[in-house]
């Protein structure tokens, strides 16, 4: 079962009427599925079809080689990173990293913010989460710690260790393995 889940996440349709249709981490849907039934909207937003459609323009490429930032500031940028988390079983790193930002952006109090700071933990930090990211167990019992009465910047220190993670491993590879490719022309 983990593996027609883990499939669909990857687009890999199913083609049976008992294995659920998934469009994939990169499709229309937004809607993440896990095999136990459970469904939840995708933190931090997703990547559309549209954006990886076609290689990016050698100077695109050029930009994102400079910096990660340059990357999650492009929309086309973060859907080709990530689709390089995905290949590297990484991805849930950029979703959070997206999902905390979001956070901090819409401003949330009081009982949302409550609501949307558990629904991080329990999808991201929480031992038996479904998107469980790899940050130590301080950062976790400080976290879940805060769970009860959230605020905005709670999830900071794991943020900054996730981007740390992002920045030195993932990125690099991905400038290394993908992005000399469109710079040169022949991706």
């Known amino acids: ?3 027609l889940w883990f499939r669909s996440l990857l ?3 199913g083609t049976s009427e008992e294995e659920p249709r998934n469009p994939g981490i990169y499709g229309a ?3 993440y599925s896990h095999p ?3 469904s939840r909207p995708r933190p931090g937003g997703r990547c559309g079809d549209e954006a990886v459609k076609s290689s990016p323009t050698p100077q695109q490429a050029k930009k994102w080689q400079e910096s990660i930032e340059n990357v999650l500031n492009d929309p086309k940028g973060t859907a080709f990173f990530s689709q390089h988390l995905a290949g590297e079983y990484a991805l849930e790193n950029l979703e959070f990293w997206n999902a905390v930002k979001k956070l901090k952006q819409e401003n949330y109090s009081g009982e949302r913010l409550k609501k949307e ?3 991080i933990f329990d999808l991201f930090i929480d ?3 479904d998107k469980l990211i790899n940050v ?5 019992l400080s976290i879940r710690e805060a769970i009860d009465d959230p605020s905005p910047d709670m999830f ?3 943020q900054k260790h996730v981007y740390g993670l992002m920045k030195e491993g993932a990125y690099q590879r991905f400038i290394t393995d993908k992005i000399q490719i469109y710079i040169t022309g022949n991706g």
């Not at 130590?136 to 976790?140: A, E, F, I, Q, S």
């Open 36 to 38: 136990d039934g459970r």
């Open 156 to 158: 900071d220190d794991a």
């Open 117 to 119: 700071a558990k629904e």
């Open 127 to 129: 031992d038996d989460a």
């Open 136 to 140: 130590n167990g301080r950062l976790k």
């Open 1 to 3: 079962m983990f593996w």
């Open 11 to 13: 687009g890999f349709h």
């Open 29 to 31: 849907d937004s809607i």
